[in-house]
């Protein structure tokens, strides 16, 4: 994979045995564990999240570049994540383990595609999963935890992703799974991701949190102080919708594969709107109600009670 210059977009840089180099503007960009690192320092609303995840990991006191890329003794495995969590009201990461697989088995891929994950984190189910299938995998965030013992075997890269390192046109399938609502300002966010696509290429976006007239009411205070201090936003559906449209994509919103499961279960109690839930879980026994209102429900359940977001959108040409 060839960079471009996030300054200048000049590409393709030229690497060298500590950095990546610009011939226009001379920047250097550094490369710490294998991991190149290309972050626009200028950007308030990037420094403020890094700062913010690193006041929550207790780090404050190390500088930024020690904590962009840092090493640990033990990374937990995505299984590990999911039997730690399994007492919780809301176990969120097998919630993203099944909305993915689910829309997986309808994406068909094909070999050796090109996929990026925005906002990857550390320990990425999505991108080891399409690397067992033989995909080329890339992960973007905008700091890593490295297991000293484990060699890495999936591509990295630090960026800010409003401002991707990648030539145009780079991937076939970029993914974000609860990441976008991070960004001040998604449709430039949509944009880049548009820009980094193949002609008819796909973005999915799953698990991505949204506003609803419901769900505003029973906001706790320490939520919005926690969102604060790591740069998360509320936006509702409407502006994802538009965004994306905006940004040059067609778009079809899912009803959460995970939602519909506990709703199929009956198995709601833990839901914030459990008794709503419990009435849609009988509702769900009629096979043709339930087809009809997983098909015209996503965006105005979203609308209405902050129903988590799933979109697979196709780059227009």
Known sequence: ?????????????????????????????????????????????????????????????????????????????????????KEKNFNYYEMVKFNFDTILKSLELKENEKILEIGCGSSSYILSKFQSL??????????????????????????????????????????????????????????????????????????????GIFKSFGKLREEDNRHFLINEHNFSVFKYYHSLRKAGFKSKFIFPPYIEKKLSEGKVDNFRFSKIGKIVSLIFKNKKIKNLLLKISPIPASIIFGLGISVISVKKD
């Open 134 to 211: 033989g995909c080329e995998v890339w992960g973007v965030d905008i700091c890593f935890r490295l297991e000293r013992k484990k060699k890495k075997n999936i591509n990295l890269v630090i960026a800010d992703m409003n401002n991707l390192p990648f030539p145009s046109q780079s991937f076939d399938i970029a993914i974000a799974s609860s990441c976008i609502h991070h960004t001040p300002f998604p449709l430039l966010t949509f944009k880049e991701i548009n820009r980094i696509l193949v002609k008819n290429g796909k973005f999915i976006m799953v698990n991505e949190p949204a506003w």
């Open 1 to 85: 994979m060839e960079f471009k210059c996030i300054k200048c977009n000049f590409e393709p840089l030229i690497k060298e045995n500590e950095y990546y180099y610009c011939k226009r503007c001379s920047e250097k960009f550094p490369i710490k564990f294998g991991i190149p690192i290309f972050l626009s320092f200028e950007k308030e609303y990037l420094i403020n999240e890094i700062r913010g995840m690193q006041f929550e990991a207790g780090l404050s006191h190390i500088p930024v570049n020690d904590f962009l890329i840092r090493e640990v003794e033990h990374l937990k495995t995505w299984e590990e994540l999911i039997e730690e969590n």
